[in-house]
């Protein structure tokens, strides 16, 4: 056994020892926690660095990809800059006259010109141009039309029964036969809008549709069969004859004519634009005075209906909203004469600017508030600008159309 004495020694000793221990691992611990903050900080440092080299070729492969779609369907106005002369010079030589002659420069310039066009025009049916379409619309205005003594039209000469608005919400809003991304259908409409407002695009997609659609609205036509009376009412069906085939054709040209004239005054008259504008303002001001208006009828026979009608307070709270709701009235129709005002004015600035135009005012009006929509955009009025262009051209193929299928038939 320890003596006492040895006990006394050793006792302070182990203390010693002990506390000597405890600041070792204190210290080891001290490295531990400090190695284990500094890898962290590394692994954070790591992580960012990577998420930020995956995101700059996360975006340069977006960027690449939008490029190429550009490329493919709209104006080539992204296209690579092509070296200038002075970047390559080998690519012009000089005449003995003088003058340069077109090298490897203008053979570039024209291929690259081709493969542009080829890449749109395969773009364009590809995403929205189908035959279906085509045919489509031609059946559609073959419909449309209503001879003289038919059951649908009983008058002595032709109709056609056609809008903007029913064109629009069959082509623009249904996509009818339009082909486009797998997306939700408003978005789809954006898209195949965004590249009809392409000048260039419009152009080609004219381009690859004008002909066929001339031949195959003129076969419709011939195709069609309509419902006639006879003199005891009795109905019988029969096939257009080549008058009434030559007089659809004229009314669809008078149509797109008249669309092209609306089209026209409205992307380059800005006096027009403006009255748009005030047009559509006021038509909003008709609508919340018209909600505040129905609140207050609202609240009104309410309080009509609640049998307290004895009460003197009820009285009071009746004859409040009886004042509210006379108050609203008066409000919305001073809205209501100031819209119709903008309006008369619009119409009439229109039929001014556009040489007697003869759509009626709510084909104008629609029409007027479609291409305010269209305008709203970087170079928007080019498009519309192309449109009209383009809608008096077709409207000029018809009518030589009509022309020539009236001397065929002779």
């Not at 010079?89 to 291929?111: M, S, W, Y």
């Not at 002595?156 to 629009?168: A, P, R, Y």
């Not at 100031?338 to 629609?366: F, T």
Request: glycine share 6%.
């Amino acid at each position: 056994m320890m003596s006492t004495k040895q006990a006394s020694v050793n006792g302070p000793y182990r203390a010693f020892v002990n506390l000597r221990s405890l600041k070792t691992i204190s210290m080891i611990g001290k490295k531990i926690q400090f190695f284990v903050i500094v890898t962290a900080i590394l692994l954070a440092a790591f992580s960012s660095w990577y998420v930020y080299r995956q995101s700059r070729e996360l975006t340069a492969i977006n960027q690449n990809k939008s490029e190429i779609y550009s490329q493919d369907i709209r104006t080539g106005q992204d296209q690579p800059k092509r070296p200038s002369v002075s970047e390559n010079a080998t690519d012009t030589l000089p005449a003995e006259n003088g003058t340069e002659v077109r090298g490897k420069i203008g053979a570039d310039e024209d291929q690259h010109k081709e493969n542009r066009a080829a890449r749109m025009v395969s773009a364009i049916q590809d995403m929205f141009l189908t035959s279906f379409v085509v045919n489509d619309l031609a059946g559609y205005l073959a419909d449309q039309y209503h001879p003289a003594g038919s059951r649908d039209n009983p008058g002595s000469s032709g109709t056609l029964e056609v809008s903007f608005k029913s064109l629009n919400a069959r082509y623009g809003l249904e996509l009818v036969g339009v082909k486009h991304s797998d997306m939700p259908l408003q978005k789809a409409r954006e898209e195949v809008l965004a590249l009809l407002m392409d000048p260039e695009v419009l152009r080609h997609a004219y381009e690859l549709a004008a002909e066929d659609f001339v031949r195959t609205l003129t076969t419709e036509a011939e195709q069609s069969e309509k419902v006639f009376l006879d003199d005891r009412g009795a109905k019988k069906r029969a096939a257009l004859n080549p008058e009434q085939v030559r007089e659809m054709l004229r009314l669809c040209s008078g149509y797109l004519r008249e669309l092209s004239r609306v089209f026209e005054i409205l992307a380059w008259e800005r006096s027009i634009a403006s009255r748009i504008g005030a047009y559509l303002q006021a038509e909003n001001r008709v609508e919340q005075s018209n909600y505040a208006f129905q609140q207050m009828k609202y609240d009104l026979e309410k309080l009509e209906g609640n049998g307290q009608a004895d009460q003197t307070a009820h009285r009071i709270k009746l004859q409040k909203a009886r004042s509210r709701k006379e108050a609203a009235a008066d409000e919305l129709r001073r809205a209501i004469q100031k819209r119709e005002r903008i309006r008369q004015d619009l119409i009439a600035g229109i039929r001014e600017a556009g040489e007697a135009v003869s759509l009626n005012s709510h084909e104008i009006l629609y029409i007027s508030k479609w291409v305010h929509r269209r305008l709203q955009g970087e170079g928007r009025a080019v498009g519309i600008r192309v449109a009209a262009d383009l809608l008096e051209d077709m409207s000029g193929r018809l009518a030589r159309q009509a022309e020539a299928y009236s001397s065929s038939k002779r």
